[in-house]
């Protein structure tokens, strides 16, 4: 099993809809979750970190499983701009005394049409 | 706002060849990575660096790789002997006193000959 596994996509919906990703992840013991967005040939942004509660920043929410080791990430009113390849990203053990890692899944494609 | 930084953009150079890539991490963090991308892959952790030492290491992470961090600003990653298959996007990313949110810079797309 895949150390992080996600839909590749592509979803290709209009502007306006509201558009689901989702990914699993196969370590019980990660501690950190994220959703990154990445443009054509350009670097990984963090989107939102993903907290045990969920949260939601503006048009994005994102919601984490730790029982079925399953993130998502929402988006409403799916503008233009949202046009990019969406990353869920696992950190292992994050510590004070050591920098930890991030494993990146391999990215679902989103494509909003006008 | 803070943001990481990387140079050269673009790197190409002949196979055996040694190559540094330059990053200058956000100044108050503490944590500092190295990934790659190759062309239609996935993003790849390389090394993970903290308090002048190496905390972590991939498999990718051979002989060949070093990290340095030579002043107080500087994160370099050295290739000794670029092979083909070490064309790829590098990106550089750092991390502050938390260790949890990652910071990238724009990334060298490196090329070998």
């Known amino acids: 099993r895949k150390e992080v596994e996600q839909d590749p996509g592509p979803f290709n919906v209009p502007e306006g809809a509201t558009v689901a990703f989702n990914c699993t992840y196969s370590?019980?013991?990660?501690?950190?979750f994220f959703w990154y967005r990445q443009d054509c040939r350009k670097e990984p942004k963090l989107l939102m970190s993903?907290?045990?509660s969920g949260n939601e920043d503006g048009r994005f929410t994102a919601q984490l499983n730790r029982a079925s080791q399953y993130i998502s990430l929402l988006i409403r009113d799916s503008k233009l701009s949202d046009s990019a390849t969406y990353l869920c990203?696992?950190?292992?053990?994050?510590?004070?005394?050591?920098?930890?890692?991030?494993?990146f899944g391999s990215g679902t494609r989103l494509s909003i049409r006008p | 706002e803070p943001e990481v930084t990387q140079t050269p953009s673009h790197q190409v150079t002949q196979m055996g060849q040694e190559v540094i890539l330059r990053c200058v991490p956000i100044?108050?963090?503490?944590?500092f990575y190295w990934y790659r991308q190759i062309l239609g892959q996935k993003v790849e952790f390389l090394v993970s660096?903290?308090?002048?030492?190496?905390?972590?290491k991939s498999e990718i992470f051979d002989d060949q790789f070093s990290v340095e961090r030579p002043d107080g600003s500087n994160f370099t990653l050295k290739i000794r002997s670029t092979k083909l298959e070490d064309s790829a996007m590098y990106f550089c990313?750092?991390?502050?006193?938390?260790?949890?949110?990652?910071?990238f810079g724009p990334g060298t797309r490196l090329t070998v000959t």
């Open positions: 990313a750092s991390s502050g006193r938390d260790n949890y949110e990652q910071y």
């Open positions: 370590n019980s013991a990660s501690q950190s």
């Open positions: 993903v907290y045990s």
């Open positions: 990203v696992v950190n292992g053990r994050p510590g004070y005394s050591s920098a930890s890692k991030i494993i």
């Open positions: 100044s108050n963090h503490l944590y």
């Open positions: 660096f903290y308090n002048n030492e190496i905390s972590e």
